[in-house]
Protein backbone atom coordinates (compact mmCIF):
# COMPACT_ATOMS: atom_id res chain seq x y z
CA UNK A 1 0.00 0.00 0.00
CA UNK A 2 1.16 3.72 -0.96
CA UNK A 3 2.18 5.88 1.99
CA UNK A 4 0.71 9.02 0.58
CA UNK A 5 0.82 10.90 3.74
CA UNK A 6 4.72 9.81 3.90
CA UNK A 7 5.09 10.77 0.43
CA UNK A 8 3.77 14.49 0.59
CA UNK A 9 5.42 14.59 3.98
CA UNK A 10 8.84 14.29 2.11
CA UNK A 11 8.69 15.90 -0.97
CA UNK A 12 6.89 19.35 0.78
CA UNK A 13 9.10 19.22 3.82
CA UNK A 14 12.57 18.59 1.28
CA UNK A 15 14.90 21.47 2.05
CA UNK A 16 16.57 24.37 -0.01
CA UNK A 17 12.37 25.56 -1.41
CA UNK A 18 10.55 28.83 -0.51
CA UNK A 19 8.20 26.46 1.37
CA UNK A 20 10.85 24.88 3.67
CA UNK A 21 11.78 28.20 4.53
CA UNK A 22 8.54 29.34 5.55
CA UNK A 23 7.18 26.30 7.49
CA UNK A 24 10.49 23.92 7.78
CA UNK A 25 9.53 20.95 9.05
CA UNK A 26 5.47 22.02 10.14
CA UNK A 27 3.45 20.11 7.62
CA UNK A 28 1.06 17.97 9.63
CA UNK A 29 -2.08 16.21 9.59
CA UNK A 30 -2.17 17.29 13.22
CA UNK A 31 -0.29 20.72 14.47
CA UNK A 32 -1.04 19.64 18.00
CA UNK A 33 2.68 19.43 18.70
CA UNK A 34 5.59 21.32 17.67
CA UNK A 35 9.16 20.54 17.16
CA UNK A 36 9.80 20.70 20.60
CA UNK A 37 6.39 18.68 21.95
CA UNK A 38 4.71 21.24 23.35
CA UNK A 39 1.69 22.62 22.08
CA UNK A 40 1.47 24.98 18.68
CA UNK A 41 -0.15 28.15 19.07
CA UNK A 42 0.29 29.65 15.83
CA UNK A 43 3.78 31.19 16.72
CA UNK A 44 5.41 29.77 13.71
CA UNK A 45 4.10 29.39 9.94
CA UNK A 46 2.86 25.83 9.63
CA UNK A 47 0.60 23.81 6.99
CA UNK A 48 -2.06 21.29 8.20
CA UNK A 49 -3.45 19.24 5.64
CA UNK A 50 -6.22 16.42 5.26
CA UNK A 51 -6.06 13.45 2.70
CA UNK A 52 -9.08 12.30 1.44
CA UNK A 53 -11.12 10.40 -1.24
CA UNK A 54 -8.31 7.81 -2.02
CA UNK A 55 -8.69 5.98 -5.25
CA UNK A 56 -6.51 3.17 -7.51
CA UNK A 57 -8.22 4.31 -10.91
CA UNK A 58 -5.91 1.43 -12.50
CA UNK A 59 -3.85 -1.96 -12.16
CA UNK A 60 -0.62 0.13 -11.70
CA UNK A 61 -1.61 0.85 -8.46
CA UNK A 62 -1.46 4.40 -8.55
CA UNK A 63 -3.33 6.27 -5.80
CA UNK A 64 -5.13 9.86 -6.79
CA UNK A 65 -6.23 11.94 -3.23
CA UNK A 66 -7.76 14.97 -2.47
CA UNK A 67 -5.64 16.88 -0.42
CA UNK A 68 -6.80 20.21 2.12
CA UNK A 69 -4.23 22.23 3.50
CA UNK A 70 -4.71 24.86 5.85
CA UNK A 71 -1.72 27.08 5.44
CA UNK A 72 -1.10 29.38 8.65
CA UNK A 73 1.02 32.09 9.20
CA UNK A 74 2.51 31.85 12.38
CA UNK A 75 0.54 35.33 13.25
CA UNK A 76 -3.07 36.67 13.02
CA UNK A 77 -1.58 38.65 9.47
CA UNK A 78 -3.28 37.53 6.59
CA UNK A 79 -0.52 38.02 4.24
CA UNK A 80 1.85 35.89 6.27
CA UNK A 81 -0.61 32.83 5.66
CA UNK A 82 -0.96 33.63 1.74
CA UNK A 83 3.04 33.70 1.50
CA UNK A 84 2.76 30.15 2.98
CA UNK A 85 -0.08 29.20 0.73
CA UNK A 86 2.06 30.67 -2.27
CA UNK A 87 5.17 29.04 -1.54
CA UNK A 88 2.96 25.61 -1.60
CA UNK A 89 1.39 26.17 -4.57
CA UNK A 90 5.31 26.84 -6.30
CA UNK A 91 5.98 23.51 -4.42
CA UNK A 92 3.49 21.69 -6.08
CA UNK A 93 3.35 22.95 -9.34
CA UNK A 94 6.93 21.21 -9.74
CA UNK A 95 5.56 18.33 -8.65
CA UNK A 96 5.33 15.73 -11.56
CA UNK A 97 7.20 12.55 -10.99
CA UNK A 98 8.74 14.08 -8.40
CA UNK A 99 10.60 11.21 -6.53
CA UNK A 100 10.99 10.62 -2.99
CA UNK A 101 12.69 8.14 -1.14
CA UNK A 102 9.42 6.55 0.01
CA UNK A 103 7.38 6.86 -3.47
CA UNK A 104 6.76 9.44 -6.09
CA UNK A 105 4.32 12.04 -6.69
CA UNK A 106 2.79 11.85 -10.73
CA UNK A 107 1.12 15.23 -10.27
CA UNK A 108 -0.40 17.61 -8.47
CA UNK A 109 -3.38 19.29 -9.86
CA UNK A 110 -5.43 22.55 -8.60
CA UNK A 111 -9.46 21.93 -7.58
CA UNK A 112 -10.06 25.12 -5.57
CA UNK A 113 -8.09 28.04 -5.52
CA UNK A 114 -7.18 29.78 -2.23
CA UNK A 115 -9.40 31.19 0.45
CA UNK A 116 -8.17 33.22 2.86
CA UNK A 117 -9.84 33.80 6.45
CA UNK A 118 -9.73 33.69 9.52
CA UNK A 119 -10.02 30.29 11.30
CA UNK A 120 -13.37 30.28 13.40
CA UNK A 121 -12.22 28.09 16.52
CA UNK A 122 -8.43 29.84 16.57
CA UNK A 123 -9.29 33.50 15.20
CA UNK A 124 -5.73 32.39 13.26
CA UNK A 125 -5.57 33.98 9.79
CA UNK A 126 -5.08 30.76 7.21
CA UNK A 127 -5.64 30.26 3.41
CA UNK A 128 -7.37 27.20 2.41
CA UNK A 129 -6.63 25.10 -0.61
CA UNK A 130 -7.27 21.84 -1.94
CA UNK A 131 -5.05 19.59 -4.72
CA UNK A 132 -5.69 16.43 -6.69
CA UNK A 133 -3.08 14.44 -5.95
CA UNK A 134 -1.97 11.05 -7.28
CA UNK A 135 0.92 8.98 -6.16
CA UNK A 136 2.84 6.20 -6.91
Not at 127 to 135: A, C, D, G, M
Request: charged letters at 15%; proline letters at 1%; one cysteine or more.
Amino acid sequence: MTNTSLILWEFLTTSGTSLYTLVGKRIRTDLTKDDGGTFWKNSTAAILYTISGETVPNAAQDVTSTVTFRCYSGSDVMSGARAVYSALHDRLRVANNAVTTTGRILNAELVTASQGGFDPDTGWAVYLVTYRITFD
